[in-house]
């Protein structure tokens, strides 16, 4: 009896010191030629472990990179080079051609854990470098 009142104690005490934020927002935006759709997920987690505060993150993202024109104008594409940038983070893609994309979305996606975190308000910039154009634009959060 004296075991499962003292696991019932732990219990109630860890479940008190620990606190569990989760992140789910969804950024967009667009240029002349491209818009984008970037998902943010991430679970933050405070403790107690050992007597000392704990903190840990996991996250996942997705960008949905979409040409707003026909696929017709991509046929001659060779390199297409893109990039994410928020406060705290930087992603860089290229892609090289050698012949022409079926389509005009590009997908890019990932996860971490003890990564930094994406917060709702931050402003995330876009530039997309396809042969001899480039663009840039900004993808702001339109979740809450």
Known sequence: MKKIISVIFTIMVLTACSETTNHDYKFSGESEHWEAEYSYKGTEKWG???GQRKYSIEDSYQLVLQYK???????????????????RNHWKLTEEYTEPPLTGAFLSSGESKGGAKVGKDEVIKVTVKWDDFEESFELHNYSE
Do not use: A
């Open 48 to 50: 107690e472990k050992n």
């Open 69 to 87: 024109g026909s696929i017709e104008e991509l046929s001659s594409l060779q390199t297409l080079e893109y990039s994410f940038e928020s406060n």
